[in-house]
């Protein structure tokens, strides 16, 4: 069997790129595909994560052994045929390129080709430039209007609510302001 990947980002409008490869080849052997259709280095510890209908992560597959706990499946995209994981149109799954930024491809199954195999993948739609595969610090802080947001959504966290915080809880204790350091007991 061949599957047809369809990867897209939200960074980059116009950007689309098709894979075909044969469903028994390695996750290693995706990664290297798309490295290859992006025009990206072989310099980052990427990761796939198969994804639910609401693109929330479940498994992770690792381009490294992470050592994991033993009660957690780990998978290493070496050890991984992507039949092994996949099985099913439509399925979704990301692929973190920039893992310091943790920027992502948006990846779709989207056709199981029976009866047919391939020796090697090919990329059979490229559209649109690849997003650039690492930002730096300088870099970010410019596409974010030269300063970090920190508020309340800088972890992801988006239950997090500044106001459920105790005002209170943040006090030093009862140091003078001529001695900021000297406290109550700690």
């Known amino acids: 069997m061949v599957y047809r990947f369809t990867l897209i980002s939200d960074e980059v409008d116009d950007f689309i790129r098709e894979i075909k490869i044969d469903s028994e080849a390695t996750f290693h052997d995706f990664h ?3 490295l290859k259709a992006a025009g990206y280095k072989n310099d980052q510890l990427t990761s796939f994560f198969i994804c639910d209908d609401d693109w929330e ?3 992770e597959i690792t381009l490294e052994d992470m050592g994991t706990s033993s009660d ?4 290493i995209m070496k050890e991984t045929k992507l039949s092994d994981l996949l099985e099913d149109e439509k399925q979704k799954l990301l692929y973190v390129f920039d893992p310091l930024s943790e920027r992502v491809f948006f ?3 989207s056709e199981i080709i029976t009866g047919k195999d391939l020796d090697n993948a090919i990329c059979s739609r490229k559209a649109g430039e690849a997003p650039k595969q690492t930002l730096d610090f300088d870099e970010m802080m410019a596409n974010n209007g030269g300063n970090l947001d920190l508020d309340e959504n800088f972890y992801g966290d988006q239950d997090f609510d500044m106001e459920d915080f105790d005002p209170e809880g943040f006090d030093m204790g009862s140091g003078s302001a001529a001695d900021p350091y000297e406290q109550d007991n700690y």
Request: charged fraction near 45%; avoid cysteine; glycine fraction near 0%.
């Open 32 to 34: 290297e595909a798309i």
């Open 72 to 75: 957690e499946d780990s998978y």
């Open 57 to 59: 992560k479940e498994q």
């Open 107 to 109: 990846i779709e199954l």
